[in-house]
């Protein structure tokens, strides 16, 4: 690290001592720029705000989209299809444990 601030120190010297040469219009032109270089660093990317808004409209489709599958109504067996295509009045049918019920004890 001490190395590194050595380095700094001599940088910092050398454009100080390059800087005394300018004329007082460079100078402030060059401050000036040295001022936006580092505003600019600070603020952030515009590219990660354009990502992010990206992202949240991907995961929104997604989420749209990728829903789960209402459940399917079971297929009648047949059965139930002999039950409603049948001639017979639906009283019969609305009773019908009763009478199965019936036809099991009467024929024990």
């Not at 402030?28 to 990660?48: I, N, S, T």
Request: glycine fraction near 4%; charged fraction near 25%.
């Amino acid at each position: 690290m001490n190395d590194e601030a050595h380095f700094v120190s001599e940088v910092r010297r050398v454009l100080d001592a390059g800087t005394a040469d300018l004329g007082e219009v460079d100078a402030a032109r060059l401050a000036a720029a040295r001022r936006r270089a580092l505003a600019a660093r600070h603020r952030p990317a515009r590219w990660f705000q354009t990502g992010l808004v990206a992202v949240a409209a991907g995961v929104i489709a997604v989420v749209v989209v990728w829903r789960v599958p209402e459940p399917v109504a079971p297929v009648p067996v047949l059965e139930d299809v002999e039950l409603l295509t049948a001639s017979e009045p639906m009283d019969l049918f609305e009773e019908l444990d009763f009478y199965l019920w019936l036809a099991a004890n009467d024929a024990g």
